[in-house]
């Protein structure tokens, strides 16, 4: 069983910057591809970004050049630097990890951003 637990969320004016963090029980890394998703209300989950258990790192087009993924492996912690935060960032975001055909989910945490 993977635990995640997100922290970093919070609210903040547009242009401004938020780092999350994912805290993962046990060192998964090396076995499990991690990822970010986000949902905001009345839109379907979405990946934000995602790194491989070789290092592969995808983003979705709508945060290239703005948010960066990058994990601490001795911390076992997943980070997602969010850079030049958007209003239509504004969304609940997940950590996940899949493992061996299992997925697993945070609980998210809310991000807000104002205009």
């Known amino acids: 069983q993977v635990q995640l637990v997100e922290s970093g969320g919070g609210s903040v004016q547009a242009g401004g910057s938020l780092k999350l963090s994912c805290a993962a029980s046990g060192h998964i890394f090396s076995r499990c591809g991690m990822g970010w998703y986000r949902q905001a209300p009345g839109k379907e989950r979405e990946l934000v970004s995602s790194?491989?258990?070789?290092?592969?790192?995808r983003y979705a087009d709508s945060v290239k050049g703005r948010f960066t993924i990058s994990q601490d492996n001795a911390k076992n912690t997943l980070y997602l630097q969010m850079n030049s935060l958007k209003t239509e960032d504004s969304a609940v975001y997940y950590c996940t990890a899949g493992c061996q055909f299992i997925r697993y989910w945070g609980q998210g945490t809310q991000v807000t951003v104002s205009s």
């Open positions: 790194i491989t258990s070789d290092g592969t790192i």
